[in-house]
């Protein structure tokens, strides 16, 4: 059963644009929240992570938005650059543990 | 700061043989997870170890083993494979702290015929 979902496997956008990925949640004990930006032929790597006591975290270009109503977050990308270009995963986990679910990636493609 | 490496990158096996991956940590890091990569299933957790004692462990038949060494390197197994394990096999390390926020390798990449 996929606890962390994401929609929209790829997405494409102008360079300078905003790039917005969503991903859903439904385990509840849940309180860590992660993404990872993928390379072809390389390993996942972290991107920026959020808390389940925040609602919102920015580093730089990247802000992660959570919604714990909704068992929703978002990540935002702003501006897209083309180095941006890659797989984005959302993944997830409980308190205290480094065992992650993840979603399924979104491909996000910036053209310049 | 040398990543995490694992060995072998590519490797073939058939039906009903076993496999053995290795990973080398980060220097200083002391968790090692072990995540499966297929398009169908996407990544999923295999285990993780800390201090050579398995912390967690995913849902996956008991086919799939691991250690960790003294030395925080680790290893994991398959026996008696299946068409089914063809995947890309990925370790990722951390200090230890439960955050998450884990570092991968590149992954080796299991085709089984």
């Known amino acids: 059963d996929q606890q962390v979902k994401q929609n929209s496997p790829s997405l494409s956008v102008q360079e300078g644009r905003i790039s917005i990925l969503n991903c859903d949640y439904t385990n509840s004990m849940f309180d860590y929240f992660l993404w990872y930006k993928k390379y072809p032929a390389e390993g996942p790597t972290f991107l920026i992570s959020i808390s389940s006591i925040k609602d919102k975290n920015e580093d730089g270009r990247f802000t992660v938005f959570l919604n714990k109503s909704a068992k929703h977050l978002s990540l935002h990308i702003v501006p897209s650059q083309p180095g941006d270009s890659a797989v984005y995963f959302c993944?997830?986990?409980?308190?205290?543990?480094?065992?992650?679910?993840f979603g399924k990636g979104n491909q996000v493609v910036v053209i310049p | 700061k040398a990543g995490v490496t694992q060995t072998p990158r590519y490797l073939i096996k058939t039906r009903g043989q076993q496999v053995t991956l290795s990973c080398s940590p980060i220097?200083?890091?002391?968790?090692v997870s072990w995540y499966q990569q297929t398009p169908g299933q996407g990544l999923q957790f295999l285990f993780e170890y800390f201090s050579e004692t398995q912390r967690n462990k995913g849902n996956f038949p008991g086919r799939f083993s691991g250690r960790q060494f003294s030395n925080s390197r680790s290893e994991m197994n398959v026996s008696t494979l299946e068409l089914g394990d063809s995947a890309l096999y990925l370790c990722a390390s951390s200090l230890g702290s439960s955050t998450g926020e884990l570092f991968f390798g590149e992954g080796s990449r299991l085709t089984v015929l």
């Open positions: 993944a997830a986990s409980g308190h205290g543990n480094n065992r992650l679910a």
């Open positions: 220097s200083g890091h002391r968790s």
